[in-house]
């Protein structure tokens, strides 16, 4: 896609962002409302948002998965009341619902084993009916416009504009930096077109591109983006990132997923492999190849880890600026 394309697209995003920003007053009341309260609070919320993220990258989803569930759940949050033991199933739903949309038909994973994998105490049943309440209040058909939305499209102008093809930047760390911001829910009142360029000057700045700043300073222009909102945003996601790189952040927990027994299961686990039986031996003469074939692929499945994704790693430090790292040991 050519530039002019481009930044036509990009026009058209931003004039239409705001039908698919959460209601700031919504938002507020969350903020505002106290662990011990019987709704839905701003760390119960960024809390399941980091149990989105982990489940996004066990179950391998795309970034823009992510993206899109937190975008229903914080839209729905701030305009329904929900009890916090309701929470697990709205996120849940907003989770598949994205996926639907977002991953290609045969990466989906069953609803019984999302729900079973979440440690989810609801039912199919109910995921289905929380799944139809979210798309009427929110009028869901397919889409939303979303800060990765600005993020993809700023990152292929900055591509088409380059005459330095050395000079680029990883979507990979962008996108990774991107999820840390939502998992903080005052993020979701930024306007996502702001919140991705607060984000790519960051980068911008880190790597010391002048042809990259002055992209992005015509970006700028272009959505008529007021200087003010940029630097109060620009600064938070500093700060943002700035903890989040920090040893004492908690961060989702993105490692292999490992099955853990107790002592007893285990002994059981041990006995009955001890007790079972030898099998009979196969007749002579009596080989069927196609059923050896058959028999081959079983154990190969049957040896292979149930749940064999990686989980990502993109919560990990090297994906956020080092400068940032520095400047915080120069503070101290």
């Known amino acids: 896609m050519d ?14 962002e705001v039908y698919y920003l959460p209601k700031e007053t919504g938002l507020s009341l969350i903020e505002t409302t106290t662990q011990d309260d019987s709704r839905i609070s701003a760390r119960c919320r960024d809390a399941k948002v ?6 996004t990258s066990f179950f391998g989803y795309s970034t823009q998965t992510f993206v899109l569930a937190v975008n229903l759940l914080d839209r729905f949050l701030a305009m329904m009341r929900i009890q916090p033991k309701h929470l697990s199933c709205v996120s849940l739903s907003c989770l598949h619902m994205a996926a639907k949309v977002t991953e290609e038909e045969c990466n989906l994973t069953p609803t019984d084993e999302l729900i079973r994998i979440g440690q989810c105490r609801f039912t199919v049943s109910d995921l289905g009916r929380m799944e139809n309440i979210i798309a009427e209040k929110l009028n869901f058909k397919s889409k939303a416009i979303t800060a990765l939305t600005f993020l993809h499209l700023y990152q292929q102008i900055l591509l088409s504009h380059s005459t330095d093809r050395k000079e680029t930047l990883s979507l990979e760390k962008l996108e990774a930096q991107l999820k840390a911001c939502l998992c903080r829910i005052s993020f979701s009142k930024a306007k996502p077109s702001v919140l991705a360029l607060s984000l790519l ?18 970006i700028q222009r272009h959505l008529k983006i007021a200087d003010g909102e940029l630097l109060l945003w620009s600064d938070r996601v500093a700060q943002c990132l700035l903890d989040y790189a920090s040893p004492e952040c908690s961060k989702p927990n993105h490692r292999r997923l490992q099955w853990i027994v ?11 492999y001890r007790s079972v039986p030898e099998l009979p031996t196969i007749p002579e003469g009596c080989w069927d190849e196609s059923e050896s074939e058959d028999s081959c692929e079983d154990v190969m499945s049957s040896g292979e880890e149930s749940l064999s994704s990686s989980l990502g790693s993109d919560a990990e430090g090297r994906f956020f600026p080092l400068h940032l790292r520095r400047q915080k040991h120069l503070d101290a």
């Open 3 to 16: 530039a002019f394309k481009l930044m036509k697209e990009l026009r058209v995003n931003y004039e239409q």
């Open 50 to 55: 980091e149990d989105l993220w982990s489940l």
């Open 201 to 218: 000057r960051q980068e911008i700045e880190a790597v010391q591109s002048e042809d990259m700043l002055e992209i992005a300073y015509h």
């Open 262 to 272: 107790s002592r007893r299961t285990a002994q059981s686990l041990h006995a009955s």
